[in-house]
Nanobody, 115 residues
């Protein structure tokens, strides 16, 4: 069973930056497109960024130009660099397989951007 462990969240002022990291176990990582999701209180979990196994990326309109997803297949890790953070980016961030989450969710990482 693949395990997902997210790290790197925290409290940051509007306009600031954070880098999230997701460590995965299990061979399937390098074979899968990966994604970062987020969930704000009272809202559905949403997919905000994806990266294919070859490195092609896509982003939700709300984060385009501010977030950058990357991966290190040899390390079984996927990253999310976030800049120009806004209060509406406040959420718990998770990683999983892109589009169709295949594995149990990790604990997530709280990102808080005070207004």
């Amino acid at each position: 069973q693949v395990q997902l462990v997210e790290s790197g969240g925290g409290l940051v002022q509007a306009g600031g930056s954070l880098r999230l990291s997701c460590a995965t176990t299990g061979r399937p990582f390098s074979l899968r497109s990966m994604g970062w999701y987020r969930q704000s209180p009272g809202k559905e979990r949403e997919l905000v960024a994806t990266i294919s196994r070859g490195g092609s990326t896509s982003y939700a309109d709300s984060v385009k130009g501010r977030f950058n997803i990357s991966r290190a297949n040899a390390k079984n890790r996927v990253y999310l660099q976030m800049i120009s953070l806004k209060p509406e980016d406040t959420a718990v961030y998770y990683c999983n397989a892109a589009y169709v989450p295949l594995w149990n969710w990790g604990q997530g990482n709280q990102v808080t951007v005070p207004s």
